[in-house]
């Protein structure tokens, strides 16, 4: 990845900016907006969270944004609120950054989007403009709603403001690069004044802004997140079909991506399924909301289902070589996080894969770059120790699984690590390692679609 010189990107319209929540979206935006030389003040509900974030310690592990807050911080140009007056009533803009999570129908919830723009209509300023924008992932038509809460909680106030959508396409543990570096800015709205408002804010990036209607917005975001999950799901079940008829799935990914109508990036197989906060969820909303609106999403539908299956594949596979019954065994896993580079291991599939080897007796040594934590907050401490030290995870284990893609664990030695292992096994469902080089040093190997052509 390119380097950033951070220092040399400012606005040259410094603007005051509000953004409610602080989590992975919020916090690495408010950040960079602060860095970008506007003053920010983000606001969250939870006064835990917004007393480390005024002391310069993250609720969130992402590159960067330690260091802009800091720097904000101490320029006074930043600071983390629990009160939305504080933060409201002066604003330029206000981006809503707070979470839908998925319901258990598999629709957006949208409760804390709602609660939001209501907070913010009671807090708007009467004698200023003020655009009110949707970061978070939103069903289409969700302007209207937060158009109606602003204006509840305003509760008859004379208020001046609109709506509009910047839909975020950050990727976690690279959300600062991708500020910087996003093939796009998407904007929308239904007001030309708020359109350009918004546009000065990403002005003095070397990047297209795109602007268009607020519901075109509000879709573009589900599209995209949906095609990229789409496009994970294919390559997944080309590696199926690779197993069967003794292809190698990586050269197929490799001699399509240079195609660059498919372009080769979201084309790394994952014999776990995707995972994270935002494709499944995005990918069963949206299959949802053409429910709502009587269209069958047909691929979404196949999407879901591939992916729920892929998990259970990989679990089938250790199954036939170490057997159901995984009482007295010990298992050494690389790896917790959803993805590489993030200390988040929400909807991470690993973490399911844990969960039904732990199920099924087996005793597991795990080890995470960063992830180590979270995870224990949602496995515990049962039949699981966590390593501080990747090496500790070889150690008289019988087998290996590698369930994150995090770039370090292609590095190590894995010839004199597997030394250590009661049997050297390695089941990779990330495709980390090379199955001629594991053949070469005896190691049994087993990656699903992989050809050893040495
Ligand atoms: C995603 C989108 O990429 C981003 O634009 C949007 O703003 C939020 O959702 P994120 O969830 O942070 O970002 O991670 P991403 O890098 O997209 O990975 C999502 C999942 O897909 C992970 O489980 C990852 O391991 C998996 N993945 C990704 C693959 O299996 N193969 C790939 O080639 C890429």
């Known amino acids: 990845m390119d380097e950033i010189n951070f220092d040399d990107i400012k606005t040259s319209r410094p603007k005051n900016i509000a953004v409610i929540g602080t989590g992975y979206v919020g916090l690495p935006s408010a950040a960079v907006f602060s860095k970008w030389g506007n003053n920010v003040v983000a606001v969250d ?37 629990t009160d939305y007056s504080l933060a409201v009533s002066s604003a330029d803009v206000v981006f809503i950054a707070v979470g839908t999570p998925g319901t258990e129908v598999g629709t957006a919830n ?25 970061k978070s992932t939103v069903p289409v038509g969700t302007h209207k709603m937060v158009n109606d809460a602003v204006l509840k909680g305003a509760n008859g106030r004379k208020v001046d403001f609109d709506v509009a959508s910047n839909p ?13 570096h996003g093939d796009r800015v998407v904007i929308g709205s239904d007001s030309d004044k708020a ?21 075109s917005s509000e879709l573009i975001k589900y599209a995209a997140n949906t095609f990229l999950a789409t496009k994970i799901t294919f390559i997944n079940e080309i590696a199926n079909l690779c197993d069967r008829v003794g292809a190698d799935v990586k050269s197929v990914a490799a001699g399509i991506g240079l195609d660059v109508r498919i372009g080769k990036r979201f084309l790394n197989p994952t014999e776990i ?24 999403f047909k691929i979404l539908g196949s999407v879901i289902n591939v992916n729920e299956k892929q998990i259970y594949r990989f679990i089938d596979r250790i199954v036939r070589r170490l057997g159901s019954n995984l009482e007295g065994k ?12 993030t200390d988040d291991s929400r909807h991470s599939s690993a973490i399911d894969v844990i969960r039904i080897l732990r199920g099924m007796g087996a005793k597991i040594k795990v080890y995470d770059p960063l992830a180590l934590n ?81």
Request: hydrophobic content about 35%.
């Open 273 to 296: 399924g995707f995972g994270g906060t935002c494709f499944p969820k995005d990918v069963n909303a949206l299959y949802q909301l053409g429910l709502e609106n009587n269209y069958e």
């Open 110 to 134: 949208m409760k804390y989007v709602e609660e939001a723009a209501f907070s913010i209509g009671q807090n708007l300023a009467e004698d200023k403009y003020t655009v009110v924008v949707t």
């Open 330 to 341: 010990t298992l050494g896993i690389l790896g917790t996080a959803f993805k590489d580079n």
């Open 374 to 454: 979270t995870s224990k907050e949602l496995l515990g401490d049962t039949n699981i120790e966590y390593m501080d030290n990747y090496k500790e995870v070889f150690n008289k284990v019988d087998a290996l699984v590698i369930l994150t893609e995090w770039q370090e664990f292609k590095n190590y030695d894995y010839l004199s690590l597997t030394k250590n292992m009661n049997f050297p096994v390695i089941f990779d469902a990330r495709y980390m390692l090379d199955p001629n080089v594991m053949k070469e040093n005896g190691i049994e190997y087993y990656s699903r679609g992989r050809k050893v052509t040495k």
């Open 45 to 81: 509900i939870d006064k835990n969270k917004v007393d480390m974030i005024n002391s310069g310690r993250m609720p969130i592990y992402e590159e960067y944004v330690e260091d802009f807050i800091k720097e904000g911080l101490a320029n006074k140009t930043f600071m983390a609120t």
């Open 168 to 180: 975020e396409f950050l990727r976690e543990g690279y959300a600062v690069y991708d500020s910087y």
């Open 195 to 215: 359109l350009q408002v918004l546009s000065e804010i990403f002005e003095h990036l070397d990047t297209i802004i795109f602007k268009t209607d607020i519901s």
